[in-house]
């Protein structure tokens, strides 16, 4: 097949030839020079006038040590004679190497930093997500009259939205292209998030959240994906560690804007009865502002040329490579600098190619048919190809360790603040006052009630008005003749109680209230309609505070394993952050009071961060780049399910047993650690 790429060619003003794909590139079939082009004496810029190359000393010259630019002329010098001497290379080795020794060219400059920053929000918005539900609950549950069970799918339905997002976006991105998946990914999540906000009815709240989940679910195997094609090999680990900060900058940005937003009603705003935007909705939205950010941001970025040279889309990559090239030079003052690339290898893609129905033949509708259920098949075949001969092994490691660390981490994220509500609830009760046998007449309680239980009680013509009642409890009491008016309760019930002629009016004391009691003559009338909210009831900062500062003590292990992580390796950063983690689990037999709990959990976080980020790396660079965010997908989607199992199981034992999560959390670190240490160095891995 003729290659219709030949006869193009590129020109810059002046005249200077960029050369062509493969018509004049040297007999090996690369045109790739290393050396730039003779420029003229008069070529120079005005940045670099007056400044003398050769007047230039590098430092460590006299102590023997070669220029890093020397070291990577001899890695591309051997790369290349390992390419002369072997001719059975296949063309994804050829491209690799290639696209290796092109990167090196453009350099790492300013290009990368702007999509550091572009990725990074992205990243930041998927830490927020994992937060919005648990910050935003315990004023959602009272503004839409939630039960336990629809609080508790509520938090399920979030992880089962990134689940599925995961594995859906990140099967698209190997196929349609990483940088159109992740617009329509988190164009979605702002959508759907924005709706929720406004959502009056738990069906539709619950709806939205799955849609926002789904479309936030694509960010993790998009963005490192797509980062890592812009990176040469000595900078990957290191960039690819630092960008894995911005998911606890997210945890901290969502603490901060639940703190400084949810506790503060007053300037809430309601239509009627039908719309009600109390502050905990504002917070909805602000917390999608990272994901608007990014979508913004991703406008103005190009999609990966490593992709569009897996799809033989030779051209756009060229001019992406130059785009690269051009703007980290000139941003280093060198704009001379000329971008050298006559030819590009690629794969062949036949097989990947779309089949269409011709417009003679078939309606639009046919034709989108086709193409889609084409794509489906391609992105299937693509997942099923992770257990070919060649990939098996490194999927099932990787899988297993994906599932142990996200299993223990989200657990232990679950079991922290549920111990600290458990030690609070348990703190509580040991304050509870009893009354017994208390008689009281014509009295107007015109207080609140707390935290107190009242046994064999008599209220005779009492009146309980505009007041109150928080974990208040009467047993086998007697009232008659009272007058209940404006109460608003909290976890308050009257147990097998006698109710004779008595008024209920304007209160939210309903039947499901009266446990076993006997109603002789009783009026309720004006009833309070739906549920209230209570600044000072219903949020405690100390959640805030414990979100905060495991979010904040994930900053050591993150600027450990950038700083480590080419220098130690991925392997050991990964099975000795896992091991150490386990050790640190033992810990949590300490864990007797609140203070003992938050900093053992800033403990567990600063020690495993180092083990998600060396995870993350060896992820993007064990696959190629055809299966690399279908990889990233499929694996991140079994972090969620590990994430849903972790949090349900490590909850129930919560105010029953340590043992179990401890042993739980401590046998996943272990076996994910041990077989993390069985994984190839990829350090020097020219990505694929």
Known sequence: MADHYQNNIYHQGGGDSYGTYGEDGPPDGYGYQADYPPQEEDAASDVTEGHDEEDQMYEGEYQGIPHPEEVKAAQRAARAKSREGGSGASELEELSEQYEDIMEDCGHGKFQWTLFMVLGLALMADGVECYVVAFALPSAEKDLCLSNGEKGMLGLVVFLGMMVGAFLWGGLADKTGRRRCLIWALAINCIFAFLSSFAQGYGFFLFFRLLSGIGIGGTVPIVYSYFSEFLQMDKRGEHLSWLCMFWMIGGIYASFTAWGIIPR???????????QFHSWRAFVLVAALPAIASLVGLTFMPESPRFLLEHAKHDEAWMILKQVHDTNWRAKGQPEKVFTVTHIKAPKTAEDEFIEIQSATGTPVQRWAVRSLTLCKLVLRNMASLLSAELRYSTLFMAVIWFCMAFSYYGLSVWFPDMIKHL?????????????????ENFHFNFSLENQIHKEGEYIRDR??????????????????????DIRSTDTVFENCTIRSTLFYNTDLWEEK???????????????????LDAMEENDVLIYLVSFLGSLAVLPGNIISALFVEKIGRVRIIGGSMLVSAGCSFFLFLSFSQSAIIALQCMFCAVSAAAWNGIEVVTVELYPASKRATAFGVLNALCKLAAILGSSIFASFVGITKAIPILLSFTALVCGGLVALKLPDTRQKILQ
């Open 464 to 485: 309980f008005v505009g007041i109150e009642m928080k974990s208040v409890k009467f047993e086998d009491s007697l009232f008659e003749e009272c007058h209940f008016e």
């Open 514 to 532: 009266f446990i076993d009691c006997r109603m002789e003559n009783a009026t309720f009338e004006h009833n309070k309609q739906g549920c209230h």
């Open 265 to 275: 009603y007053g300037w809430g705003f309601s239509m009627g009865t039908e719309l």
């Open 424 to 440: 609070q609830y348990e703190e509580y009760e040991a304050k509870v006052k009893v009354f017994h046998r208390e008689r009281v």
